[in-house]
């Protein structure tokens, strides 16, 4: 069982799962390039223990012990003693690639190389990498300590027992996981929810429901819990922009290519709750 475990990137994400991560037991360390963006997720991640010591879902005792468990670096070599490293940076392949070669040269022998990418294939994050059988994909939902789910991602030549513990991690941090044999771009669950979105954007632009309309349908006629603009602006246009033309690139199948108006939201700074207006708008 890996007893230290490095996460790269203090963000929504990444924050999130060193937050279970210690809640669960686990020394973690935290890295990101600035302290301000340390310091941004740490305060995340107080917050959060807050919140569930309000409800009286984790004792202050506990929160204090988990948050005592986390330190945070800038410095990358830090993490070279963690038994299982996780990426949760920038969401673009040559970003990843360079991380991940380095992480080649500096994590211990053995050590498990995860990232919580949503769409890119883990085959190609691996080929920065001398140790391709060691890296997997662990893709965490957000927010982190609330979502159930986590996909474990196999690439071409990732080994039996780095999959059994990454699903080790995932399942001691209070997960349910499903396993992707193959990684194919967006994997099971960006593929899916990139294909109802895109759909979905598509029939707002054109004209023909209204988006509380289109959410509605899928609410109250599929049983979903969110419908899919709304999963979008609670996600963030921007990331599914971005994750829907990757899966569009790697397969030039046209029901991932996005509709001009996630473009155009883009641009114009639409990009859901984080910036008060997407397909929706947000007061406070």
């Known amino acids: 069982?890996?007893?230290?475990i490095a996460v790269i990137g203090a963000g929504l994400m990444g924050s999130g799962i060193a937050q279970v991560a210690a809640q669960a037991g686990y020394e973690?360390?935290?890295?990101?390039?600035?302290?301000a963006a340390l310091t941004r997720g740490l305060d995340g991640i107080k917050s959060s223990y807050q919140r569930f010591t309000a409800k009286g879902k984790l004792s202050e005792e506990d929160a204090g012990a988990a948050l005592a468990r986390i330190s945070t670096t800038t410095d990358l070599d830090a993490v070279g003693s963690a038994d299982l490293v996780v990426e949760a940076v920038f969401e673009q392949l040559e970003v990843k690639q360079e991380l991940f070669a380095a992480l080649d040269r500096i994590a211990r022998p053995g050590a498990v190389l995860a990232s919580n990418t949503s769409a890119i294939p883990i085959t190609r994050i691996a080929a920065a990498t001398e140790r391709p059988e060691s890296v997997v994909g662990t893709h965490f939902f957000s927010p982190?300590?609330?979502m159930q789910l986590c996909?474990?991602?196999r690439g071409y030549k990732t080994s039996d027992e780095t999959l059994a513990a990454a699903r080790e991690f995932a399942e001691g941090v209070g997960k349910t996981c499903v396993v992707v044999n193959r990684d194919v771009a967006g994997f099971v669950t960006t593929r899916l929810i990139s294909a109802l979105v895109v759909?979905?954007?598509r029939l707002y632009e054109s004209g023909v429901a209204?988006?509380?309309?289109?959410?509605?349908a899928c609410r109250l006629g599929f049983g979903?819990?969110?419908g899919p603009l709304q999963t979008a602006d609670l996600t963030g246009v921007d990331i599914l922009l971005h994750a829907t033309r990757n899966i569009y690139t790697e397969t030039q199948d046209e029901k991932f290519a996005p509709p001009e108006i996630m473009a155009r939201m883009v641009t114009a700074g639409d990009l859901g709750r984080k910036s008060g207006r997407g397909f929706y708008g947000y007061q406070d």
């Open 1 to 4: 069982m890996a007893k230290q």
């Open 28 to 35: 973690v360390v935290l890295r990101d390039v600035t302290d």
């Open 144 to 146: 982190v300590p609330m």
């Open 151 to 153: 996909e474990l991602v």
């Open 199 to 201: 759909e979905a954007a």
């Open 210 to 216: 209204t988006a509380e309309d289109i959410d509605a």
């Open 224 to 226: 979903h819990a969110m």
